[in-house]
């Protein structure tokens, strides 16, 4: 049973920072890609960035290109999303997802939802003004 379990979320004042983790199991990790994705009250959910297999290439919605940061650790099987420079409008349930297997490689990193396989149930992030 694949699980992907969230945690790091919270209530931050805006500029301030945040560290997301993502922790899997019951998938071979190595062979996913990663990506995180976040939904605000009343809107879609929406890419936000994603990460190779291996962690060598990595992908950003431009509203937050320079600010937040994917990474991951297979070895711990855990992707990670650091997020500086918070804004009130990053205010958001944040979602990390993954999809796979990838056998052949480089693969195209994607960012729409229907193209990842697995989610987890979600962080919420606040932004404070």
């Known amino acids: 049973q694949v699980q992907l379990v969230e945690s790091g979320g919270g209530l931050v004042q805006a500029g301030g920072s945040l560290r997301l983790s993502c922790a899997a199991s019951g998938l071979p990790f190595s062979k996913y890609a990663m990506g995180w994705f976040r939904q605000a009250p009343g809107k879609q959910r929406e890419f936000v960035a994603a990460i190779s297999c291996s962690g060598d290439r990595t992908y950003y919605a431009d509203s937050v290109k320079g600010r937040f940061t994917i990474s991951r650790d297979n070895a711990q099987n855990t992707v990670y999303l650091q997020l500086n420079s918070l804004k009130p409008e990053d205010t958001a349930v944040y979602y990390c997802?993954?999809?796979?297997?990838?056998?052949?490689?480089?693969?195209?990193?994607?960012?729409?939802?229907?193209?990842?396989?697995?989610w987890g149930q979600g962080t919420q992030v606040t932004v404070s003004s």
């Open positions: 997802a993954a999809t796979g297997p990838i056998y052949e490689h480089p693969a195209p990193l994607v960012s729409k939802p229907y193209e990842y396989d697995y």
